[in-house]
T-cell receptor, first 111, second 118 residues
């Protein structure tokens, strides 16, 4: 079966660093995505990893270890606007863009 | 970037009625679109894959006669919730797949539809 797990909720302080973990067990793997979603809005793309290692993109970085079925999203210099849900999603079919989403992590940033 | 328009953004209906939700790719052609359902404070659950010109592929546990999907053109997919009941109340989101080289951001999401069935 498909299983993608994330912590349900996290809190952090403005200016701090937070790491959101994602573990997955899927029948196939062809890339892992991270999305940000504010309440009542569409998810927006943050990052994509298909090879092991760290991908850095401004304040956000994403890491992947395929052998461990593990990824994390690292958010630096947190801002209040970073309060949102963060969704980990695995693409498990080579020929489609079908994504299976994780449970999502709601991050609350406090001043 | 690419824009996916989803309408309506919010709908309230009586139990037993049918509701149609539209998902349009405005500046690109999408042979494949996806429909998701999201409960409050939960993640997105894939309901079905909509393929232009052919039948949709439904995920396990999703009633195809309840959630009718039509993908009649390369820019439009519709989801019809038939004989809606209160338990169908949810946030429905579509996404469209943009083929071609370039960014890994090939999946673009609509803004979602909040369905409330009374």
């Amino acid at each position: 079966g498909q299983n993608i797990d994330q912590p349900t909720e996290m809190t952090a302080t403005e200016g701090a660093i937070v790491q959101i973990n994602c573990t997955y067990q899927t029948s196939g793997f062809n890339g892992l995505f991270w999305y940000q979603q504010h309440a009542g809005e569409a998810p927006t793309f943050l990052s994509y990893n298909v090879l092991d290692g760290l991908e850095e993109k401004g304040r956000f970085s994403s890491f992947l270890s395929r052998s461990k079925g593990y990824s994390y999203l690292l958010l630096k210099e947190l801002q209040m606007k970073d309060s949102a849900s963060y969704l980990c999603a695995v693409r498990d079919h080579r020929n489609t863009d079908k994504l299976i989403f994780g449970t999502g992590t709601r991050l609350q940033v406090f001043p | 970037g690419a824009v996916v328009s989803q309408h309506p953004s919010r709908v309230i209906c009586k139990s037993g009625t049918s509701v149609k939700i539209e998902c349009r790719s405005l500046d690109f052609q999408a042979t494949t679109m996806f429909w998701y359902r999201q409960f409050p404070k939960k993640s997105l659950m894939l309901m079905a894959t909509s393929n232009e010109g052919s039948k949709a592929t439904y995920e396990q546990g999703v009633e195809k006669d309840k959630f009718l999907i039509n993908h009649a053109s390369l820019t439009l997919s519709t989801l019809t919730v038939t004989s809606a009941h209160p338990e169908d109340s949810s946030f429905y989101i579509c996404s469209a797949s943009k083929t071609g080289k370039g960014s890994n951001e090939k999946l673009f999401f609509g803004s979602g539809t909040q369905l409330s069935v009374l």
